[in-house]
Structure formats: C-alpha cells, structure tokens
C-alpha cells in the first residue's frame, strides 16, 4: 500500500506563531526546519465517525485479517465500506483527500496512527510526539518539525495503547511511564499526564534493519580507515572496550559494528535494556531486562542479568548500557577471564567516563574505597571510544583513549586517535579527521602476540599508506 507522503513537502506548522516557510523539496527541509509529510490536508471532523465504519467492518467481517497487516488487498478489501462511509457522513472529499484519509484511517487501524508513515520511512531515525499538535522527526542528524498531528489527547493515548498492549504493559494514570520496542526493535519511551503537561509524549528511537558495517561508518565520517584498522585489530585480540558519549551520539550502533569483528566460534551474551543490538554470529545469547508488574513484583535488572551471565559460560559479554550497580560486576567480569566484552556508558569525555563508572560501581552499594575502585577500573578496561554529535548533525569518534596504568590514586591514560577540526565548510558540515597521536599503544604486544600485525601507519608512524586489512 502506498503511503501518504511521496515526496511533496510545504511548510504548514501545527498552531505555529511564526508565518508559513514557502513550499520545498524534502531535500531542502534542513533549510527550513519543517518536514511535511503531505500537502495541505485537514482531517475532517467526520473523520472519527468514518473510522468507526471502517474498524467494525475489519472487525466483524474480515475474520483473516492477522496483526499487523497494511497490504495492497486490505486497502482493496475496505474501499466499499469507506466510500459508503463517506455518504453516511455527508463527508466530499477531493480524491487527493479521500486517499489520504483513508490512508490515515487504515494507519490508525493497523500501524501506528500518523506517526505511521514517520516510521515507514528510511531517513528518519528518531520520531518525537510532544501532545497531539506537534511532532518532530531527527532526520540527517537534525531535528525538524513537522505537519503531522493527532486528533487529541485520546488519540495519542490510543496509538499509545497499541504499542505496550502486545508487550503486556500499561501505561494510564496510575502508571504514567513506559519503556518497550516495536516488533522491528525500535526503542519507545512514553510519559503521560498528569506527569507531562503538553499531554502525552512519545519518542521512538528507530531500529535500523539492516546494521551498518565499517565501511558505511567510514563513507559517513564517523571514523577513519585506519582507525578501522586499529579497532578491528582490539576486537579480535579480545581486548575490554568502553564507548562512552551523549545521548544520541550513535554509542549503540558503534557497537553494533564492532561486534561484526568477533570470530564467529565465541559464545556471546548480550545483555540490555531494550534490544537494539543486532549481532550476526551463529552463537549469541540475547537477555533482555524485565520491569516490575502492575503489582511492583518480578523486576529483573540488567545486574542480576549480567551475575546470572556469569554462569552461562561466555566467552564475551556484551552490555548495551551500563548505568547502575551492574558497572560492577561488569569490571569484575573484565578482570576474571572474559576479556574482549564491552559496553557503552553516557559520558563527556573519555576520563568522565572512568569518574561515571566509579560512581555506578558505588551505586550497587559495595562500600569500596576509591583507590580500589580506580584499580579495578585500570585492570580491566583497554581502551575507551568517545563519541560525539557535531554541530552538523554527524556522530563522529573524537578520543580513542588507552588505559596504561595507575600512579597514586590516578588512572593514566593517553590518546591514541583524536579528532582534529579545520573549521566549518560552507554547507555547514564540521572539517577535521581523526587522527593517529603517533604513540604505539601498550595493547599492540597483545595484538601482537594474538597473531596479529598493524602497519606503523595506523599510529601515525613512519611514511608508507595504510592499506587492506590486519595481517597475520
């Protein structure tokens, strides 16, 4: 079935002060900060009543209709009834508008209401509903308004109850906050009044279907073919990595694409709270974390997950995000003999991430000195990827930085890889590569010694190009 949207776009922003931006291209919708999903259309206060028509139809007659379901043969199926409905309600409507209402009508039924054809598309990963009259979308990096609204209230919360229904939640007054995923994986987030006062807020962080490998992280800037190198090279020689960064600063799909880099004869336990990673080798274990019931009972946190992953004998435990106690007993894990796991961790800097992880291992509610703490930390990480969103939208590796000791009470560290800007082109995109530092790393003997050979290149030492992949 297609979709309303195709790729007409003006500027029409719900209930906006401003005047509207003249007519464009979705290409240029950066431009005008609004992205508009079709042109012109107002649903008609007969809308409801058409809807009803057409649900108890599907409902009543349409016995194999399965979940989920928005062919070509629905749209056929119904069209009937709908164009009867429209007489009923006295509705005249252009075909444009009938299209598009009907389009609506079976979004609501079958998908996600208008938020439908936001997820449908490839270019936008984040949908953002702030109450029924405004919706913003992240596209290329950018966050943009768009046209799309809800009828009110009731009709966010009955999108909303289509989401957690399958996942066996609730979300109402008495319980105003839910966190789940849709079918295809992409992570949700509600709240509700009486909590938020804009009505209820919903943010969809999409799931990407087909995960990007290294070469698409290098073609969109995000690191560099050395450092690709460099990385790969850690991965295989199973050496303890923390990426840390912002919210949205593409943490979780870095690790997807370094997960591509472990041998496919390792046992891997994946340990989250929603499920985003896609790993593709033939032994992977995926847990996910539980919430507590209606009645507060059955929680089970991503720490009792990560202690029971200790008994399912991995090779390497990986870990979606680590934001509480669990940062324990992942650096204990680090330092008993499965080396080569990961997680990621929010953060602004590679050392606010070893003071971030020292203050989650104090929340598991060990009364342990710093000094311990820190040289636990020291055992057990190698290296830690820093990530960053750009002012042009773009997620990049800033800091790759190596653990290579204590003195005192301090960790040490130094820079391997750091990002260099040369300034702001005239489109508006940062310049800069990341670069070697030009120090050898401490871990290139375990590299060494794990049948593996990176070429001086990649640190930034001696004069030859950088070329292929690791050698043996």
Not at 99 to 108: E, G, K
Not at 122 to 132: H, K, Y
Not at 350 to 375: C, F, K, N, Y
Request: aromatic share 4%; with cysteine; hydrophobic share 40%.
């Amino acid at each position: 079935m297609t979709l309303f949207g195709g790729q007409r776009t003006t500027s029409r922003p719900a209930e906006s002060p401003q005047p509207p931006a003249p007519t464009v291209h979705l290409s240029d919708t950066t431009a005008t900060g609004y992205l508009v999903i079709h042109e012109g259309y107002v649903i008609p206060p007969q809308y409801a009543q058409v809807r009803e028509a057409v649900q108890s139809y599907l409902v009543n007659e349409v016995k194999t209709l399965k979940e989920g379901t928005r062919s070509a043969d629905v749209r056929k199926l119904v069209e009937p009834v709908y164009h009867s409905a429209l007489q009923s309600a006295n509705l005249v409507l252009s075909r444009t508008d009938r299209d598009v209402t009907l389009d609506m009508i079976l979004d609501d039924i079958l998908g996600y209401g208008p938020i439908q054809p936001l997820l449908d598309r490839t270019d936008i990963t984040e949908v953002m509903v702030n109450g029924p009259k405004q919706v913003y979308v992240e596209r290329d990096g950018k966050i943009v308004l768009t046209n799309v609204t809800f009828i009110d209230n009731d009709h966010v919360m009955a999108v909303l109850q289509r989401i957690v229904a399958p996942l066996g939640r609730r979300i109402d007054e008495a319980s105003p906050m839910v966190d789940g995923r849709l079918p295809d994986g992409s992570r949700v987030n509600a709240i509700i009044p009486p909590l938020s006062l804009v009505g209820p807020v919903v943010t969809v962080r999409k799931f990407r279907r087909v995960p990007y490998k290294a070469s698409n992280l290098v073609d969109l800037g995000m690191m560099t073919q050395e450092f690709n190198l460099f990385i790969e090279a850690a991965v295989v020689a199973r050496m303890n990595i923390v990426i840390s960064g912002g919210t949205g600063s593409g943490k979780t799909t870095f690790l997807n694409m370094l997960s591509g880099y472990i041998p496919a004869n390792e046992r891997i336990v994946t340990i989250e709270d929603a499920a985003e990673l896609q790993l593709q080798q033939p032994h992977v274990v995926r847990l996910e974390k539980r919430p507590p019931n209606i009645e507060g009972r059955g929680e089970v946190t991503i720490r009792d997950l990560v202690m029971n992953s200790l008994r399912m004998r991995p090779d390497r435990i990986i870990v979606g995000e680590s934001r509480g106690g669990e940062a324990l007993d992942m650096l204990q894990a680090m330092n008993t003999g499965h080396d080569g796991s990961m997680t990621t961790v929010h953060s602004n800097s590679p050392r606010d991430t070893l003071s971030r992880i020292e203050t989650m291992v104090l929340m598991a509610g060990m009364d342990l000195p710093s000094r311990s703490i820190r040289q636990q930390e020291a055992a057990a990480i190698d290296l830690i990827i820093h990530l960053e969103r750009m002012s042009d939208g773009v997620r990049r590796v800033v800091r790759c930085a190596e653990i290579v000791g204590m003195e005192g009470d301090t960790i040490l560290m130094q820079d391997l890889f750091q990002f260099r800007s040369t300034g702001i082109d005239e489109k508006g995109r940062v310049r800069g590569e990341l670069r070697p530092t030009g120090l050898r790393p401490r871990i290139n003997d375990k590299i060494e010694a794990a049948g593996l050979h990176l070429p001086a290149t990649v640190f930034g030492l001696g004069g030859g190009p950088t070329t292929g992949r690791i050698g043996g």
